[in-house]
């Protein structure tokens, strides 16, 4: 038997050999924690879609993944997450597949049935071609572009969001996300055209969906023959005159990305008027209800997807913005959401899904996709990780 002095000597030897492990351990972020296990994730899920023109979207209540095909809207999230993992990773395994699922979307460049080609082609192709520079890449951009501005209708100033439905010319605010392709094609190649629709259609979503406290609306109808305004709502939201945060998040976004590509002040003052409705509508761990204003706030469902929209576009409209304040607080706001997701509950770590994130809302009034895990939360997830890493770098 050693004495209780030996022991405890034995003991702090043993503390003492074990504290650089320790601190090792401790130095880890829980960004590069939460970046590890979604590379776990997103390999695995590679490697159980063997068929390739089913590509995943939303969980299922097991937790694995519900798939849709190539003309789907959400198609181009899945390569585009492999691209933004082979860009944080380098691991050569991430970017053959986002080669080969990349591939699977080509046929889309001609698809005139949807306004979604942005959300399509560019997180796919155009991720790729940022990544890897190509010109069959840049040929599948610059046609979806054109086969984008089929949409466009110079009487209302945009081009048009849903094919269906009882509208005339809906546009949704979801819509300002597809600009950054024709703002792109016109600067590489395309028609110079396309960038001045893209412009338009920005400033008329400037004028007609956003309130005066910053607030959204989801979907504006126009008449077709005198570009009018018909009626505003918010389909996927609460109700007409709530604040849909997922809606939200894309206005962010898309007026920071038109912002950059334009330069036009207005969209500046415009995504800053949205981010600033958003951070002060945040509960108090820096994730939205899936509607700001839901009565059911507390008792309601969180949107994972709506955070890691935002946090990724703070990112960037934080390096943007004139205003120092302004820059402090977006990026304090894209910070403290980026790392709400990185840990459980939001992590899907520990959970039976197959993602990244849980705790998403795609459709709540259709009572669809409710509380699930979606592949475009994962997509601007690991953005916002890219984002944030460039930003540490850039101290």
């Known amino acids: 038997m050693i004495s209780s002095k030996t022991f405890f000597f034995l003991a702090a030897?043993?503390?003492?050999?074990?504290?650089?492990?320790?601190?090792?351990?401790?130095?880890?972020?829980?960004?590069e924690k939460a970046l590890a296990f979604s590379q776990k994730q997103l390999k695995a899920t590679v490697l159980s879609m063997p068929d390739m023109l089913k590509l995943p979207r939303s969980t299922k209540s097991n937790g694995s993944w519900d798939t849709v095909p190539?003309?789907?809207?959400?198609?181009?999230?899945?390569?585009g997450c492999l691209w933004k993992m082979y860009e944080v990773s380098k691991d050569t395994f991430f970017l053959g597949a986002a080669q080969r699922w990349t591939e699977v979307l080509e046929a889309q460049q001609y698809n005139l049935?949807?306004?979604?080609?942005?959300?399509?082609?560019?997180?796919?192709?155009?991720?790729?071609?940022?990544?890897?520079?190509?010109?069959?890449y840049k040929r599948v951009l610059l046609q979806t572009a054109q086969t984008l501005a089929s949409r466009f209708n110079p009487r209302v100033g945009c081009t048009l969001s849903w094919s269906f439905g009882r509208w005339q010319f809906p546009v949704i605010?979801?819509?300002?996300?597809?600009?950054?392709?024709?703002?792109?094609?016109?600067?590489?190649?395309?028609?110079?055209?396309?960038?001045?629709?893209?412009?338009?259609?920005?400033?008329?979503?400037?004028?007609?969906?956003?309130?005066?406290d910053g607030s959204t609306y989801h979907l504006?109808?126009?008449?077709?023959?005198?570009?009018?305004?018909?009626?505003?709502?918010?389909?996927?939201?609460?109700?007409?005159?709530?604040?849909?945060?997922?809606?939200?998040?894309?206005?962010v976004y898309g007026f920071t990305?038109?912002?950059?590509?334009?330069?036009?002040?207005?969209?500046?003052?415009?995504?800053?008027?949205?981010?600033?409705?958003?951070?002060?509508?945040?509960?108090?761990?820096?994730?939205?209800?899936?509607?700001?204003?839901?009565?059911?706030i507390p008792n309601d469902h969180r949107d994972v997807s709506a955070a890691a929209i935002a946090s990724s576009a703070l990112f960037e409209l934080c390096t943007l913005t004139t205003d120092t304040k302004r820059a402090s607080a977006y990026l304090a706001?894209?910070?403290?959401?980026?790392?709400?997701?990185?840990?459980?509950?939001?992590?899907?770590?520990?959970?039976?899904?197959?993602?990244?994130?849980n705790h998403a809302v795609g459709h709540k009034p259709g009572g669809t996709e409710i509380d699930v895990s979606i592949i475009y939360a994962d997509y601007y997830f690991l953005e916002a990780i890219n984002r944030f890493k460039a930003s540490q770098t850039a101290r």
């Open 13 to 31: 030897v043993a503390a003492c050999l074990m504290a650089p492990h320790m601190r090792a351990q401790s130095t880890v972020s829980p960004v």
């Open 70 to 79: 190539p003309e789907d809207w959400t198609s181009g999230f899945f390569p």
């Open 113 to 136: 049935t949807t306004h979604d080609l942005g959300f399509m082609l560019n997180d796919s192709y155009g991720e790729g071609n940022r990544l890897v520079p190509n010109e069959h």
């Open 173 to 212: 605010i979801d819509n300002m996300m597809n600009l950054e392709l024709l703002f792109w094609a016109a600067k590489n190649g395309g028609d110079p055209k396309l960038a001045e629709m893209a412009v338009s259609h920005g400033l008329r979503t400037m004028t007609t969906h956003v309130r005066a």
């Open 220 to 251: 504006v109808d126009f008449d077709t023959l005198t570009g009018n305004v018909l009626k505003k709502q918010t389909v996927q939201g609460f109700a007409d005159e709530s604040a849909w945060a997922r809606g939200q998040a894309w206005a």
């Open 257 to 296: 990305a038109a912002y950059r590509e334009s330069r036009d002040v207005r969209f500046l003052a415009t995504a800053e008027r949205t981010a600033d409705f958003f951070i002060k509508h945040l509960p108090a761990d820096h994730v939205p209800y899936w509607d700001f204003r839901s009565t059911a």
């Open 333 to 357: 706001a894209a910070k403290n959401m980026l790392f709400a997701l990185c840990v459980p509950p939001y992590l899907a770590e520990g959970t039976a899904s197959k993602a990244m994130l």
